[in-house]
């Protein structure tokens, strides 16, 4: 069963800098993309940041400037620069494989104090 393995998060104040790091093992199939989600509390999960094939990137526009993803084989991490009260929430990694499914991490909080 494929494992994933969220690190870094924390505390911060506004206007500091935290990093996030996804590792995949066990993993049978290619991972196509490798992600951060974020969920706070009250609200939906959404988008934060995606890399893809060919290090294809995307963000959300509350993440464009500030956060910058980058993967290495089956690892993925997330610097998160300026940050601010409303980038508090639990961030999740996602794997997409594609046709062959996706898995989520169980999270990891983070916290931005004013």
């Known amino acids: 069963h494929v494992q994933v393995a969220e690190s870094g998060g924390g505390s911060v104040q506004s206007g500091g800098s935290l990093s996030l790091s996804c590792s995949a093992s066990n993993t049978i199939f290619w991972i196509h993309a490798m992600g951060w989600y974020r969920q706070a509390p009250g609200r939906q999960r959404e988008l934060v940041a995606v890399?893809?094939?060919?290090?294809k990137t995307t963000y959300a526009d509350s993440a464009k400037g500030r956060f910058a993803i980058s993967r290495d084989k089956d690892t993925a991490h997330l610097q998160m620069n300026n940050l601010k009260p409303d980038d508090t929430a639990v961030y999740y990694c996602?794997?997409?494989?594609?046709?062959?499914?996706?898995?989520w991490g169980q999270g990891v909080q983070v916290t931005v104090s004013s």
């Open positions: 890399i893809g094939d060919g290090d």
């Open positions: 996602h794997l997409d494989f594609g046709k062959m499914g996706q898995e």
